[in-house]
């Protein structure tokens, strides 16, 4: 790839749309398919923002998921179906450059997790449908695990990029060097782990998000039985000692399923053009974390919703999301 290559966009740049994925496998969701549906459509119908927002596209996998889809939303919003493993399109859907072309890279399933078929080319599949040039990068990225501001700024961490389990024997120096030969990305924000009992291995859009050039927001631990109180802290001294401005956000601290840690994070919200959706889960700081993102986006509604059931799957709303950049607003 060329040196000329321009960054992607920011998430609050302006969006031509935005692809959803939509739970559509029982085997995977059991009795979560229902409710998650329902929860997905509800993101969907946010984002629209009724008719403000850009294009919402959901992606479901079959004909029948499909028809659930479009008794869910408004007419507005599209329903396609594309066949996929699992609704993770911010891992496994193309990632848009600065040009209006898009990166689809190599998917092992998380680190040979979960390898469902469809998923290794989902993301070119997404971007021939509308037409957009896709290259294919030979190395394994989810778009989970970095974040940008649009300059070729780009936080990470290296349980994530430096794992085994993705690109083994890569180093620090090779990894930077893909990022900026693929992605355009030249200054790269190292964080140390991700939350606690993640099986993304630590994807950076559950703990340090770009909210403006030069600005990262991370948590801070809601009280001293957070799990990921310790990770927070390391996050926060690492960005400002990179030399950015931290903005801190709620944590939703503890939160359990069956009797189990599970990795709830607000920062696992979506920048959409007309609102920012905020998944909440019934935390004592849910409010708390709305008002604060809030205010870091003036300009745009700002809404929680409660997304417990997505977050059975392994992720919440940022993951399922990756948005296509208006390219006429593009440097």
């Not at 389990?165 to 893909?178: L, Q, S």
């Not at 939350?195 to 950076?204: E, K, R, S």
């Not at 030399?243 to 189990?260: F, I, N, Q, T, Y």
């Amino acid at each position: 790839m060329s040196d000329a290559i321009l960054p992607p966009p920011p998430e609050w740049a302006r969006h031509d749309a935005v692809w959803i994925g939509f739970p559509s496998h029982a085997a995977l969701w059991e009795d979560d398919l229902t409710p998650a549906q329902a929860e997905v459509a509800a993101f969907a119908t946010a984002v629209d923002a009724d008719g403000a927002g850009e294009q919402v596209v959901l992606v479901a996998a079959d004909e029948t998921a499909a028809a659930a889809a479009r008794a869910l939303v408004p007419a507005r919003v599209s329903v396609i179906v594309a066949a996929f493993g699992d609704i993770w399109l911010r891992d496994t859907g193309p990632i848009l450059i600065g040009d209006g072309a898009a990166r689809s890279f190599r998917f092992n399933g998380w680190g040979g997790k979960y390898q469902l078929a469809g998923d290794e080319d989902i993301g070119v599949r997404l971007a021939a449908k509308r037409g957009i040039a896709v290259a294919r990068c030979d190395w394994v990225l989810e778009g989970g695990a970095i974040d940008g501001d649009g300059s070729g700024l780009a936080v990470t961490t290296e349980q994530c990029l430096l794992n085994p389990n993705r690109n083994p024997g890569m180093t620090k120096a090779e990894v930077e060097a893909r990022l900026h030969a693929d992605l355009g990305l030249n200054r790269i924000l190292w964080l140390g782990d991700g939350l606690a009992n993640d099986h993304t291995d630590g994807h950076v859009d559950n703990l340090a998000r770009f909210v403006a050039p030069g600005t990262v927001a991370i948590p801070v631990a809601a009280g001293t039985d957070d799990p990921n109180a310790v990770i927070y802290a390391d996050a926060t001294a690492r960005a400002k000692a990179f030399g950015l401005a931290v903005a801190p956000l709620p944590s939703p601290g503890r939160v359990l399923r069956d009797g189990e840690v599970i990795p709830a994070s607000y920062m696992n919200f979506y920048i959409g053009n007309a609102a920012v959706v905020v998944p909440l889960y019934g935390a004592p700081n849910d409010d708390a974390a709305v008002a604060a993102i809030a205010a870091l986006f003036p300009t745009r509604r700002v809404v929680g919703q409660r997304a417990d059931h997505i977050l059975t799957g392994g992720g919440s709303l940022h993951c399922i999301s990756q948005q296509i950049p208006a390219v006429q607003d593009m440097p």
